[in-house]
């Protein structure tokens, strides 16, 4: 049996950096998360630098608000 996940968009960062903070936020609460935007450049993302249209985190929808309260209790 397979079941299909919906995706929620938790937040858009500027860089892929910044992203990569809040996933690793996430992740080590057990969260499974998905980074959309533009694919990270030769040098990685420590060179990308801002993003046009930003870098999206995305988590399973009912996880949704427990994602946002993770990334709101670390700002």
């Known amino acids: 049996m397979t079941h299909d996940v919906r995706w929620a968009s938790v937040a858009t960062f ?8 809040a996933r690793a936020t996430l ?5 499974l998360v998905l ?3 533009p694919q990270v ?3 990685g993302a420590g060179f990308q630098g801002t993003v046009g249209g930003g870098v999206e985190l995305l988590v399973p929808s009912p996880e949704l608000e427990r994602a946002r309260a993770l990334l709101d209790r670390d700002d």
């Not at 500027?14 to 903070?21: I, M, N």
């Not at 992740?27 to 969260?31: Q, T, V």
């Open 27 to 31: 992740e080590s609460e057990g969260l």
């Open 35 to 37: 980074i959309r935007g």
């Open 14 to 21: 500027a860089t892929g950096f910044e992203a990569d903070l």
């Open 41 to 43: 450049g030769l040098f």
